[in-house]
Structure formats: structure tokens, C-alpha cells
């Protein structure tokens, strides 16, 4: 049965990972003969699309106090997103709402908005922000769950940037936008990983409105994969991601520095830097088929973060290219990586533990066109799309 899918992120550039797993659903749902229409955030690095003179305008928390108040009244679902979203439920008619990463540029209100008229409402969750008001589920670097049982910590402990200001607004968002309310307004929420779905249930998220489907690789990435990569692995190991504390590149960057192996990072970040060492390159950010490339010729990628990790592309992106993962035991890794045969897990935040991984990497003959071969089948776009056919048949 054809559908028509309103698919909502609040950016449509690949900005992120939710960024480009929306714009990944857009197409898999096309090319499977869906119709669809974009609903986003107005924003200059936008790709273009027939759909965003019906977008919501920007706000940005960053600027003067008319922008500072135009954001707040954003996450209160207030304002001019009330007109913009309604219209183009009037003109496109979907039968699936599906929403993706919304918080503060956007507004859960759009699920209340779809769900008054009859609509249905799927949300796939990137990150942990309706139990966790801060996203993260850090503090001062530690993961922290107290904020599962009362949202009133974000606003104690200044989660947000250790701001009061800022963490007055998460937790009055927090407020508004409950559990019950949620829960009431959204028919199924899609949890890329089993963990993730585990700490739904933890802070109180009812069973029956969670379902598992992890990410899957972008489309013209595994078709450049299907043949076995012709070159030989090159002498070093690599890292692709946002350079930050919560991704652990400081551990990294102090394993690294006492090891004689070659590391090369893709990203940027608040902790990029020159080169720290003469086997430490810092390569920039780096688009989709730089990326691949990186990927393919490396003996292996690390991930090692030191927060509740989700259901990371970097993973699938790596084992799809026969590239085995040394990622921390956090969050959705492990559930990725077959400890020894396609991977090797280490403790988060160990520097020793991450030392003796990568040793123990570089000194493992794997099989890297079998890792390839069965990855590119687990994390296929038809293996997505059938879970997610029957998310929406049953919400329909």
C-alpha cells in the first residue's frame, strides 16, 4: 500500500546523524513508491526542496533578545509554527506523520498538531532529550540518570552549558512536554537500539510504544561497497565523528600519543587541534565519499565514546566497509560489534583498555570481505524499511 509520510527534522542538510538519516528515509521511502513531503526549519545550508516555502522560520538562540525569545517561545510550541505546520497538513494530506530529531527548532507540538486531526505519529529518537532534558545523559562528563525520575535536576545541577538560564528553559520544556503528553500524542516511537529502548522503559515509557529498528547505511554508499574494496589496507587506524569530550577523543588522543601506530581523524570539534603528535593527523571534516574512502583503506576505526552512544553511523558505516570497529562498552556499540570477529570492545574511558585494543587490533588477521558482506546485509536499507512498513501498518 502506498503512503503518504511527512517526514520533520528540524534541519535538512546532513548536518548530523538525524539529519542524514531523515533525508535517508525520504529517499528509501520514495524509491519504494511512497509519497513524501519534507517539514523543517528554514536555515541557509538547507537543500533545497519543493517543500520549504512551507518550512518554519528560523530561530536561533545565539542572537539578540528578540531571536532569544522567538527560540523560547519555539519550544513552547508558540508562534509562527503553529500556521506553517498546519498548512502543509492542509495541502499534502499524509497519512504518517514521522517525526525525527524537533527539539528547541522545532516543537513537539507538531505531533498534538497531526494527532487532532486523525493523523498518525511515528518518532524515531537520535538522542535521549524526552528523558534526559540535557540530551546527553552526562554531567560534568559522567553519565547521569537522575533526571529519569525527576526533570527538576537538569534545572539543580545546570545541565545546559551550566547555565541557569538555559537549563530553566530545558526543564520547563521538560515540563510541557511530559510523558503523558507524549506518550498520549505519538503512536509508536522507533528506537535505533535495544539501549536506547531499555532506558525508555527505565524512566517510565510504556513497552507497547516502543519498537527497535536500527539506522541503515545510505544508499549510494552501499552500492559503491557491494564490490570487495581492490587496494590494499593502508598502516593505519582512523576515527570519524565530532571531536568532543562525549565521544571520547581525549582518551583516544592520549592512547594514541603513547602508541607507534598512525591515527587519522575526520571531523571537527571544539577538541580539534593541529597535529599533537607526529602519528596523530587531523584530517578536518570530510564529506560521504571521503569518508567511505578513509573507512576502507583503514586496518580499523575506533569509537570510543564515553556517553550513551545510540545506534552510531560511524559503526555501521565501518563495518559496511569490511573495516573492523574498536568501540568503548556503552550505549548501542556492543550491540553492533561481534567482540573478535568483527570488532574488539574496550572500557569506556580507559586509556589502558583502549591501548591494548588497538594493539591487540593491529595484530588480528580479520576477515575483512566476510565483516563487509554480512554487515552490508544487517544494516540494508530493505531490512530498515520492512521493520518500519510494519511500524506504520500497525500505526495505520
Known amino acids: 500500500m502506498s503512503l503518504r509520510v511527512l517526514i520533520i527534522n528540524k534541519f535538512y542538510y546532513p548536518r548530523g546523524g538525524d539529519c542524514v538519516c531523515s533525508i535517508n528515509l525520504e529517499r528509501l521511502l520514495t524509491c519504494h513508491g511512497h509519497t513524501t513531503a519534507v517539514y523543517s526549519m528554514s536555515y541557509p545550508e538547507n537543500i533545497p526542496s519543493r517543500w520549504d516555502s512551507y518550512f518554519a522560520s528560523e530561530v536561533d538562540f545565539g542572537k539578540g533578545m528578540a531571536h532569544k525569545i522567538a527560540a523560547l517561545k519555539r519550544t513552547l510550541g508558540l508562534g509562527d509554527i503553529n500556521r506553517s505546520f498546519s498548512k502543509i497538513l492542509d495541502d499534502f494530506k499524509p497519512d504518517v506523520v514521522h517525526l525525527n530529531n524537533i527539539h528547541s527548532y522545532l516543537s513537539p507540538k507538531l505531533a ?9 505519529v511515528v518518532w524515531t529518537l537520535h538522542d535521549y532529550k524526552l528523558i534526559c532534558p540535557s540530551y546527553l545523559c552526562l554531567h560534568d562528563g559522567h553519565n547521569c540518570e ?16 551550566g547555565s541557569l538560564v538555559a537549563s ?3 526543564y520547563i520544556e521538560a515540563l510541557k512536554w511530559n510523558k503523558d ?9 522507533i528506537c535505533p537500539s535495544k ?8 524512566a517510565g515509557f510504556s513497552e507497547d510504544k516502543l519498537v527497535v529498528n536500527c539506522n541503515f547505511l545510505d544508499f549510494s554508499i552501499a552500492e559503491r561497497l557491494k564490490e570487495p574494496h581492490s587496494g590494499q ?3 593505519y587506524y582512523c576515527f570519524v565523528g565530532r571531536l568532543s569530550h562525549e565521544k571520547g ?7 594514541a600519543s603513547q602508541l607507534p601506530y598512525k591515527l587519522k581523524i575526520a571531523g571537527d570539534g571544539p577538541l580539534m587541534q593541529e597535529s599533537p603528535s607526529r602519528n596523530i593527523e587531523f584530517l578536518g571534516r570530510l564529506n560521504a565519499l571521503q569518508v567511505s574512502d578513509l573507512l576502507s583503506k583503514a586496518r580499523f576505526s575506533v569509537i570510543p565514546s564515553q556517553w550513551y552512544e545510540n545506534n552510531p553511523l560511524g559503526v555501521i558505516e565501518s563495518l559496511s566497509c569490511g573495516t573492523p570497529v574498536v568501540g568503548a562498552n556503552i550505549g548501542g556499540i556492543p550491540e553492533l560489534i561481534d567482540d573478535g570477529r568483527t570488532g574488539l570492545i574496550f572500557e569506556s574511558g580507559s586509556v589502558d583498555g583502549l591501548k591494548s585494543a588497538i594493539i591487540a587490533a593491529f595484530d588480528k588477521n580479520w576477515d575483512n570481505d566476510e565483516i563487509r558482506e554480512n554487515s552490508l546485509t544487517r544494516f540494508s536499507a530493505e531490512t530498515h524499511y520492512n521493520i518500519l512498513m510494519n511500524v506504520y501498518n500497525k500505526t495505520i
Not at 249 to 255: G, H
Open 233 to 235: 589496507r593502508e598502516d
Open 146 to 161: 537522575e533526571c529519569f525520575t525527576s526533570k527538576a535536576n537538569v534545572l539543580k545541577k545546570r545541565c545546559m552549558k
Open 168 to 170: 530553566a528553559v530545558a
Open 195 to 202: 539501549f536506547m529502548r531499555s532506558k525508555m522503559m527505565q
Open 249 to 255: 577523543l581525549d582518551v583516544l588522543l592520549e592512547a
Open 112 to 120: 498534538l498538531i497531526a494527532k487532532r486531526r486523525n493523523i498518525k
Open 181 to 189: 503528553v507524549l506518550e498520549h500524542n505519538v503512536d509508536t516511537f
